[in-house]
């Protein structure tokens, strides 16, 4: 078994391996490194095998999204630590180093995320995660870094190692014990959201999930999918919702649902006005796609959520009502924060 397996899921993405599989092997020293490919039609695999033989392959025999696409790489790599990076990742010299003695120092610490950058702007924080992600009361994301659309400058305001509720998938460390045990990422999932929903699963399991700002990447961001894609929106919001019904505590679980799909009902008429139509159907898609699942999901709910699994009761007031846009803004006010 390797101590550290560095994963990176792949589909036709040959341009981006070329530009940034070599900062993974220049500063990957004594990892092991994967390329997971999801069955792709362009020659990443011919190009991988013929420009770098240290890395190994992982083919699988379809496009099954980031979810199923892992799941099913994963069963044929044994590592102590997964390492599971995005294509259009830069990595740094010794990105690897502080996030190995996070896991060796605390054991109780089951998933690291290291801190995220923008390679196109360097001085700024990448959306997808940037300094570690937090929900709300009714499932809306946001990172400390990034609040819907405001990102932060880099300025060291984040230079700690914090616990976190989620990490990115963008660059998402996990221990394979516990990755096993979780049983995955949920593969109805496809993309968007699984990470969430794996630290939700993580924490009512008794897990930390952490941040460290010690080890530094650059991500691309949008390269599967860009964020005006409106498959992106139907994935974002049915995902949403199914994280809810599968991790909310049993109290008001209905009531937020119900709440979130009142807050979802508004998006929807807001990218109406903006003549984003498609976004507006992309939305009405997703409550339909949800009511067909949800009845599964709350059959299978356990009985043991977390009782409190978010700091703010809506992220979507604070920013747009209140107007607080950056992290430290909202947790310098203490009447936003749920004690």
Same mark, same amino acid.
Not at 5 to 22: D, H, M, R, T
Not at 108 to 123: G, H, M, R, S, Y
């Given at each position: ?229 409106? #498959? #992106? ?107």
């Amino acid at each position: 078994m390797d101590k550290i397996a560095v994963v990176i899921l792949n589909w036709n993405g040959v341009k981006l391996l070329e530009q940034f599989l070599p900062s993974v092997i220049q500063f990957s020293e004594g990892a092991a490194i994967y390329v997971a490919d999801n069955d792709s039609t362009d020659n990443s695999v011919e190009f991988v095998k013929e420009n770098f033989p240290i890395v190994k392959i992982v083919k699988n025999t379809g496009n099954y999204g980031f979810a199923k696409g892992y799941n099913d790489a994963l069963k044929h790599i044994d590592a102590e630590i997964y390492a599971l990076v995005n294509s259009d990742i830069e990595v740094t010299e010794n990105w690897l180093k502080p996030i190995l003695e996070t896991f060796e120092k605390e054991k109780q610490t089951a998933i690291v995320q290291p801190k995220i950058l923008d390679f196109k702007n360097k001085e700024y924080f990448e959306y997808a995660g940037a300094a570690g992600g937090f929900i709300d009361k009714y499932g809306f994301p946001y990172c400390r870094g990034r609040i819907f659309d405001t990102v932060e400058k880099d300025n060291g305001q984040y230079n700690d190692n914090c616990e976190l509720f989620w990490a990115s998938g963008a660059c998402f460390f996990i221990r394979k014990e516990v990755y096993d045990e979780l049983g995955g990422f949920d593969e109805t999932f496809f993309a968007h959201q699984e990470e969430i929903d794996l630290c939700w699963r993580a924490a009512n399991e008794g897990h930390i999930i952490k941040y460290n700002s010690e080890s530094v990447v650059y991500h691309v961001g949008g390269a599967t999918l860009q964020q005006g894609n409106p #498959k #992106k929106t139907y994935l974002n919001f049915r995902n949403s919702l199914l994280m809810l019904v599968k991790n909310l505590p049993k109290k008001g679980l209905f009531f937020v649902i119900f709440f979130r799909m009142v807050l979802d009902g508004i998006a929807g008429v807001r990218f109406l006005t903006q003549g984003k139509f498609q976004h507006t159907f992309a939305i009405l898609k997703a409550h339909f796609s949800f009511y067909c699942i949800s009845l599964k999901y709350l059959k299978e709910r356990k009985d043991f959520q977390i009782q409190q699994y978010y700091t703010v009761k809506s992220i979507v007031f604070l920013y747009y009502i209140k107007k607080l846009r950056v992290f430290k803004e909202i947790f310098n006010s203490n009447q936003n924060i749920k004690n």
